[in-house]
């Protein structure tokens, strides 16, 4: 959780509720809810300009390109945000603050991982 709040906090505006603006977490949405709203299974073909966009738009953040080391970097990192545990904390935060709800993320980013997880050789 502490790392969580470590790279979420990196990107967040100091007073503010935490935001989607250019984090991962919004990156992962805009880029997989339209494969996931399309049918496209993420180990398919289909989804490896997907993917590529996701590494691309990613790459800021990560200080990476799209290769193997990166995608393994990649994952990691969505496996830490999509931890079950991690969803626990921030609708409390948002009551306590008198900010609106979180959106649920976990479908989107268990597409993002199994998609990464298919692209990764090993």
């Known amino acids: 959780m502490r790392h969580m709040a470590e790279e979420q906090a990196a990107g967040h505006v100091q007073g503010g ?6 984090d991962l977490a ?16 993420p180990a398919s073909l289909q989804a490896d300009p997907t993917i590529a966009t996701l590494m691309t738009r990613s790459a800021h953040l990560l200080d990476c390109c799209d290769d193997a080391a990166s995608r393994r970097r990649l994952l ?10 991690g969803e626990r ?7 306590v603050n008198g900010w ?5 993320l976990r479908p989107v980013l268990d ?4 998609a990464l997880q298919a692209r990764i050789p090993g």
Not at 89 to 95: E, K
Not at 100 to 104: A, K, N, Y
Not at 111 to 114: L, Q
């Open 17 to 22: 509720p935490p935001a989607l603006h250019d």
């Open 26 to 41: 919004a990156i992962v949405r805009g880029q997989i809810t339209p494969a996931v709203a399309a049918g496209v299974e």
């Open 76 to 85: 990691a990192r969505l496996e830490r945000v999509n931890d079950p545990r």
């Open 89 to 95: 904390y921030p609708s409390p935060l948002a009551v």
């Open 100 to 104: 609106p709800g979180p959106e649920g």
């Open 111 to 114: 597409r993002a991982v199994r």
